[in-house]
Nanobody, 120 residues
Framework: QVQLLESGGGLVQAGGSLRLSCEAS????????MGWYRQAPGKQREVVAV???????NYAASVKGRFTISRDNAKNTVYLQMNSLKSEDTAVYYC??????????????WGQGTQVTVSS
């Protein structure tokens, strides 16, 4: 069993910063891509940023230059540094990871979500 545990969400004023963390634990042998997604009220879930096991990153156009994704492979942890936050960044943020478990199976895992609220 693999679990993703997120932390770091909260309430911040526009222009402020937050840092999200997500640790994969349990029967994890290896992790491929790790990423952050978000879902605002009444909208579909969308990708925010993804980082490969080799450190290659991709960002949504709306966050490029403001958000930075990184990972610590030794800790099975992915981070999202969010700067210059805007009200439109308000959403529930979900961590995602492609993990190989002890049984040799690759699966897609999701965290429980953490609320980020940006007040204007």
């Amino acid at each position: 069993q693999v679990q993703l545990l997120e932390s770091g969400g909260g309430l911040v004023q526009a222009g402020g910063s937050l840092r999200l963390s997500c640790e994969a634990s349990g029967s994890v042998l290896s992790i491929n891509d790790m990423g952050w997604y978000r879902q605002a009220p009444g909208k579909q879930r969308e990708v925010v940023a993804v980082v490969s096991s080799g450190g290659h990153t991709n960002y949504a156009a709306s966050v490029k230059g403001r958000f930075t994704i990184s990972r610590d492979n030794a800790k099975n942890t992915v981070y999202l540094q969010m700067n210059s936050l805007k009200s439109e960044d308000t959403a529930v943020y979900y961590c995602n990871a492609q993990c190989l478990d002890y049984y040799g199976k690759w699966s897609d895992y999701w965290g429980q979500g953490t609320q980020v609220t940006v007040s204007s």
